[in-house]
């Protein structure tokens, strides 16, 4: 853990990390999101005296982090180890995800009120990861009756819910070539999400920007895909506030 994590910590009262958990949720308490999921994992291995977290060490603290920042936070589902890889934009992107549209409508019927390719596959000229991120509106997310069996017909499970989206994924043994997220209809989720899509089709030089940064967070986070999305976070949100 360096100097300037330790002097945060100590500012937030923190005088042990001997306890992660409470250690970090004493610097959330003091800096809002300046607290960041990389303190979590340093201050994880700080606890165990490690210079860097093992796969399964990573998982824990994100489970914890996320479980702070997202209201509701919950894992459920199957886990799955795919690696991350980053490619060229592909033009038959958009011809997958009508496929993957068509399925979605005759499977969920009147319940998907709107559904959208977002994600990067959804702007052209734009490196991806190459899974389709589909978004699918809901008039009430908390009725996963409503839907979750529907997308469990297409090989799709639940992986994890909170109080603004569920996210649905192949099951571990069909290829990751789609990420479905249900959201409310006319939530900040699903605006922000369209929002983002849009700000990228529209401005060569925000794409080019995300393409790079993305190009070289799958090179430092090639193991870990919650830390890759997370590294994402601020740029999108700094785009969006630009608006």
Known sequence: MDDVLR???AAAGVASVEDPEA??????AAEGDGATLFDRYAIEAASL???ELDAEARRRAAL???GLQWEGFEVVGSPRDDPIE???YDPAWPERFAEWRDRLA???GPVAARIEHVGSTAV???AAKPILDIQVSVEDLSDEYAYVPALASLGLELRSRDAEHRYIRPVPDRPREVHVHVCAVDSQWERDHLRFRDLLRSDDELRDAYDDLKRRLVI???DDRLAYTERKTAFITAALLRQ
């Not at 250690?23 to 959330?28: P, S, T």
């Open 49 to 51: 005296g490690v210079p």
């Open 106 to 108: 005759v499977a969920l």
């Open 64 to 66: 914890h982090f996320y």
């Open 220 to 222: 430092d986070h090639a």
């Open 7 to 9: 002097s945060r910590l």
């Open 86 to 88: 980053v490619v060229d």
């Open 23 to 28: 250690a970090f949720e004493a610097l959330q």
């Open 124 to 126: 052209p000229g734009l």
